[in-house]
């Protein structure tokens, strides 16, 4: 049901449109839930209307919902299916939303029992994306303010309708690490808004948003109330979220600015509406913990916490408690002050029951109370729609519970603070920390939260003494380093800065090399994998230690951008740990099946010496990753990085040294890779190869290696390929282009996993390139030492010549659909400017182009096959995706895909 809301009424064709309905009503286990409960999500009626829209009385036979889809399908015709359905979901969206325009909000709100409440109209719209997106916002809210202000005949703020803004709607970057660009271009916009609603006599309240946002918030907060002259207009204010750990904290922060501004401003207390993104984010990104309370009984006391405290403000806050939980409207009436002046605030569509027993003139004792009233089309209100459901539909929400009969009235109405006091372990059992997110397999590695100022005030000064030392490689053999004439290495992002120097390898040092590491493999291997497994975790840990450093170098070193080195560092400590429980594992004697009085035992060994030859692209997570994996099934290494980026990788061989590698089973060897790969491809003490980089090069390995004498000599090879992703008309367009743009530009494209080429149904095609190309318009390309920096550099002059060559080829052949500006900030280094071209056919690419260039393909919907038959006929498939909401489409594309990972309705980059 939630995704028929969100995706359905946008989908302009008519054949989508059927299959999102054919694929989530004639699958979906409806009749399980039927006359079961009371709950919009899951009632007979609701189901009835979806599936009917008054065609059809809904009866017993719709217990067979598939059967009964096909009859009804047959008798009534799926055009008349399609609108009926259709016309249900925007139904169900008059139930959450006010009206479509703020002259019908308004109407609304005062006819009926509307008149009883006061009104906070939210112009609906998700964060905008482009420039001409937020112009459109601010002229959006700024007529609505007028015409809240022309309905509020002088009431005062108080009284008055208002207006709720998102900050993300008025900035298309409106994100932390853009947080100068913010203050500069954001504040004046919504100092004007507030100006505007002073002098209109309505209140203004910022909407909270995602917590890495919230110290912005507070910034731009802060800036507008230092610039605006607002006299003694009170009606300016923030929504503060009861679910964040730092909730009590904020509204203490908000009353200390209202007091030194000499300013009362507004705190609208809510729980807390993105409970699950936190989460999920706080885990991807390898916090120490998360945000967010993660018991919802956690998240009632904190709100009664900050009721509390705003009622020792009320001088310098005006509170409003916004709550639909019955336990909560009676705790903030017990503790109010006898002369408090306060109201409650609930969303429209829900939670009228509660308050109808508080609001009205017939109501003994009644309170104040705002509805939150969201505006907009049908098209804007789909996310918000969700949301609304999600919350409905938790089974932790006190309206669903209420709904429940199955549960016990003192259960629903239970003392939070009582509940949480008898736990003993007050986080949630089956939330594990982002730290155990492995299920006990590996700790998850450490990430840091570069919207936090704390975090990135440590990691500043520890990248900065990283930089102060003299970074240098040499051949690393036996733990010995030559002493002879060393090569500079220059910055890629400023080519006259010398990043360090190293000593490249001779065909003595690999003969050394390999000499040293034939003798060693036989005790690296008798050790054990439990052993080498206890090492392997202990280079991990001094990775993780080593983070600041490790990321300084690879910023200057390969260009990387502040994220970019973050992640880099997390994935290699996650391939000593992943590798290390393999070991572990599969690295013991395991018995097997066999006959009475015979015993079969399966022991794995190491093979010998392995060559790990690694790419510049990622200097320190693909380098550590082979080296890590070798070593733990028990191999001697020989490791021999790209010659651009020898710095990370000596550092890497160091640490691992120091976890108790022994000296003589790892061996480092910068230096050319014809010369140096090519002497240890070729020579037959080499037990195995594993290699990241090109396909000719792979074929060029595969070949020496073929030609070799003795036993069989394997290869494990990742090259590149034409990474495509489909995106269907249901797909929603801003998560495309969010997820086009990292997974085609960041990293300046240099991923083995960016995306190449993307195909978009016609039908929407034209919308997503538009958003796409002022997307574009907004990525910050520059030095990737700064938090502010979306792209970096490409790695060096010959890469930038490639990407160039190709993009004058496709200025010829192709249309140019967007392409960046490059500042005069770029020009010492090898930058190269993002660009998206539309081709007619993947047959117009004849190899992979490694760099931000991007390829728009158009397809009809009855040629997804083709599609994917374009797509295998590539060659090697490394990764792929496909962005719909049709389960039945994802199934089809994912099982018809010939590709090493294929990821649904996100980017296809960044795994870890």
């Avoid at 030392?469 to 030559?482: M, R, T």
């Avoid at 030095?783 to 979306?790: F, G, K, N």
Wanted: hydrophobic residues 45%.
């Amino acid at each position: 049901l939630m995704c028929l809301a969100e995706a359905l009424l946008r989908i302009p064709d008519d054949e989508t449109r059927d299959k999102l309905i054919r694929d989530k009503l004639a699958d979906a286990n409806w009749e399980s839930h039927l006359d079961h409960s009371k709950g919009i999500l899951v009632n007979a009626s609701t189901v009835g209307l979806l599936l009917t829209g008054q065609i059809v009385r809904l009866d017993t036979d719709a217990r067979n919902l598939p059967g009964f889809l096909g009859r009804l399908v047959s008798r009534a015709g799926e055009p008349v299916i399609r609108a009926a359905i259709v016309q249900a979901i925007r139904i169900m969206g008059r139930q959450f939303v006010m009206g479509r325009t703020i002259e019908d909000a308004l109407k609304r709100s005062g006819a009926g029992d509307n008149k009883n409440y006061r009104h906070s109209f939210d112009m609906l719209g998700e964060a905008a994306l482009t420039h001409k997106d937020a112009l459109r916002y601010v002229e959006a809210y700024a007529d609505a303010i007028r015409k809240v202000g022309e309905a509020a005949a002088g009431k005062g703020p108080q009284a008055a309708p208002g207006i709720s803004i998102k900050l993300s709607a008025l900035h298309p970057r409106y994100n932390f690490s853009q947080r100068d660009r913010v203050l500069d271009e954001l504040v004046p916009r919504l100092e004007q808004l507030a100006e505007l609603a002073r002098d209109s006599g309505i209140g203004l309240t910022i909407d909270a948003e995602e917590a890495d946002r919230l110290e912005l918030s507070l910034d731009v907060m802060e800036a507008v109330l230092s610039r605006a002259d607002l006299g003694n207009w009170d009606g300016f204010g923030l929504a503060v979220q009861a679910y964040q750990k730092r909730a009590v904290a904020v509204v203490d922060w908000v009353a200390d600015l209202a007091h030194r501004k000499r300013q009362r401003l507004t705190v609208r207390l809510v729980k807390g509406a993105y409970w699950d993104s936190e989460i999920k984010r706080a885990q991807e990104q390898g916090f120490e913990s998360y945000p967010v309370f993660t018991r919802k009984a956690s998240t009632d006391v904190s709100y009664i916490a900050c009721v509390r405290r705003l009622f020792t403000h009320t001088r310098d806050i005006y509170p409003q408690f916004a709550t639909h939980n019955a336990h909560t409207v009676a705790a903030v009436r017990a503790l109010a002050p006898a002369d408090a002046v306060y109201e409650f605030q609930r969303l429209h569509g829900m939670g009228e029951e509660l308050y109808s027993q508080m609001v009205g003139e017939d109501v003994a004792d009644p309170v104040d109370c705002r509805v939150y009233a969201p505006v907009g089309s049908h098209e804007e209100l789909l996310p918000y729609l969700v949301r609304r459901l999600l919350e409905n539909g938790a089974n932790t929400s006190f309206v669903n519970r209420l709904a429940d009969d199955r549960q016990p009235i003192a259960a629903v109405i239970a003392d939070p603070v009582a509940k949480t006091a008898d736990r003993k372990v007050k986080p949630h059992p089956r939330i594990p920390l982002p730290c155990d997110l492995f299920d006990g397999e590996r700790q998850a590695a450490a990430g840091i939260d570069l919207s936090d100022p704390l975090s990135l005030s440590a990691l500043a000064d520890g990248m900065a003494a990283a930089l102060d030392k003299d970074w240098h490689a040499a051949p690393l053999v036996k733990g010995e380093e030559p002493v002879r004439q060393a090569r500079e290495l220059l910055d890629p992002s400023l080519r006259h800065r010398v990043v360090g120097r190293v000593i490249e390898a001779t065909a003595g040092d690999a003969e050394a090399a390999l000499s040293s590491a034939c003798e060693a493999a036989p005790d690296w291997d008798r050790i054990g994998g439990p052993m080498r497994a206890d090492i392997l975790d202990k280079a991990a840990d001094l990775l993780e230690r080593e983070m600041p450093a490790l990321m300084a170098v690879t910023i200057r070193e390969a260009g990387k951008t502040l994220p970019d080195a973050v992640s880099e560092i997390r994935e290699a400590v996650d391939f000593c740990r992943y590798y290390a429980a393999g070991a572990r594992r599969d690295f013991q004697p395991h018995d097997l099946p066999g006959p009475t009085g015979e015993k079969n035992s399966l022991d794995l060994h190491g093979r010998g010496v392995f060559a790990c030859i690694s790419p510049w692209n990622f200097p320190v997570a693909i380098f550590t990753g082979q080296v890590a994996a070798a070593l733990a099934a028990g191999n001697a290494v020989i490791a021999k990085p790209a010659e651009q980026t020898p710095l990370a990788a000596a550092a890497v061989i160091r640490l691992m040294h120091q976890a108790g590698v022994p000296v003589d089973a790892l061996h480092l060897l910068p230096g050319d890779g014809a010369a140096i790969g090519g002497a240890l491809v070729s020579d037959p003490r080499v037990s195995g190869v594993v290699f990241t980089g090109s396909t000719e090069v792979a074929q060029t390995i595969n070949r020496t290696l073929s030609e070799r004498p003795g036993p069989i000599t394997p290869l494990i090879a990742e090259t590149g390929g034409q990474n495509a992703l489909i995106v269907d008309s249901s797909a929603l367009p801003e998560q495309v282009v969010k997820d086009v743009i990292a997974s085609s530009f960041l990293s300046a494209g240099q991923r083995c996993s960016a995306l190449r080429v993307l195909f978009l149904q016609e039908e929407t095609a034209d919308r997503i390139i538009e958003m796409l190309a002022g997307a574009m318009q907004e990525l910050a390309i520059g030095d990737p030492a700064l938090l502010s920096t979306d792209i970096g550099p490409v790695i060096d002059e010959e890469a930038r010549d490639v990407l160039q060559a190709h993009a004058d080829r496709m200025d010829r052949e192709a249309k140019c659909l967007y392409r960046c500006e490059l500042g005069p900030h770029t020009d010492g280094g090898s930058f190269f400017a993002p660009v998206a071209y539309e081709i007619d056919s993947l047959s117009q690419l004849d190899r992979e182009v490694f760099g931000p260039i991007l390829h728009v393909i158009r397809y009809k919907e009855s040629a997804l096959d083709d599609v994917i038959a374009a797509i295998n006929g590539t060659g090697y498939g490394l990764t792929a995706g496909i962005h719909s909401r049709i389960d039945e489409t994802v199934e089809y594309v994912c099982a018809r895909l010939r590709v090493g990972n294929v990821y649904v309705n996100r980017s296809i980059v960044g795994a870890v």
